[in-house]
T-cell receptor
Framework: DQQVKQNSPSLSVQEGRISILNCDYTNSMFDYFLWYKKYPAEGPTFLISISSIKDKNEDGRFTVFLNKSAKHLSLHIVPSQPGDSAVYFCAAVITGANSKLTFGKGITLSVRP | GAVVSQHPSWVICKSGTSVKIECRSL??????MFWYRQFPKQSLMLMATSNEGSKATYEQGVEKDKFLINHASLTLSTLTVTSAHPEDSSFYIC?????????????FGNGTRLTVT
């Protein structure tokens, strides 16, 4: 039972354009969402997060949007850069004493120079 | 920034042997660490939660006698894959967060690629 879904396995965009990475979830108890970026042979690194009480969080070129009614979130990267090429994981958590992350399968983003 | 060190980064072992993977938080203390496993083209799947000074909590379907977890100190958790078999070949990743900031994002190690021949 995939509670966090990233249905598109890959995305290719031109440098300078916007990258939009989508994520859907099924568990309405999730109240905190995170995006992690992963390069080959490295562990995931935290990118940006959003609490369920917000619908948008922005950090430089990265913006995450949350639509709770649709159980959908998206990560926008603008402008995209070749160094952004990596696998992006969406993760969700029910906050509490043992906050365990539930991950999606990841999206491979390729930014073409 | 917070760093989690995982060792070894890769290991090849023969079927039936045991392998130990270490996870250390280098500049913070972590009362809880998490162990994940990732199969190719799949998501990171939580295996177990490692609790300092007490027994680990295993996710459904994960054999606690096969995947031994020890969290002996506030900066070290170990995962031992006992009597490894080829189907245990996978990418294992640990994560931790600073105990002083329980709502902060998890920090991940670089993972261990285990190949059982």
């Amino acid at each position: 039972d995939q509670q966090v879904k990233q249905n598109s396995p890959s995305l290719s965009v031109q440098e300078g354009r916007i990258s939009i990475l989508n994520c859907d979830y099924t568990n309405s108890m999730f109240d905190y969402f995170l995006w992690y970026k992963k390069y080959p042979a490295e562990g995931p690194t935290f990118l940006i997060s959003i609490s369920s009480i917000k619908d948008k969080n922005e950090d430089g070129r990265f913006t995450v949007f949350l639509n709770k009614s649709a159980k959908h979130l998206s990560l926008h990267i603008v402008p995209s850069q070749p160094g952004d090429s990596a696998v992006y994981f969406c993760a969700a958590v029910i906050t509490g004493a043992n906050s365990k992350l539930t991950f999606g399968k990841g999206i491979t983003l390729s930014v073409r120079p | 920034g917070a760093v989690v060190s995982q060792h070894p980064s890769w290991v090849i072992c023969k079927s039936g042997t045991s392998v130990k993977i270490e996870c250390r938080s280098l500049d913070f203390q972590a009362t809880t660490m998490f162990w994940y496993r990732q199969f190719p083209k799949q998501s990171l799947m939580l295996m177990a939660t490692s609790n300092e000074g007490s027994k680990a909590t295993y996710e459904q379907g994960v054999e606690k006698d096969k995947f031994l977890i020890n969290h002996a100190s506030l900066t070290l958790s170990t995962l031992t894959v006992t009597s490894a078999h080829p189907e245990d070949s996978s990418f294992y990743i640990c994560s931790a967060r600073d105990s002083r900031t329980p709502n902060s994002p998890l920090h991940f190690g670089n993972g261990t690629r285990l190949t059982v021949t």
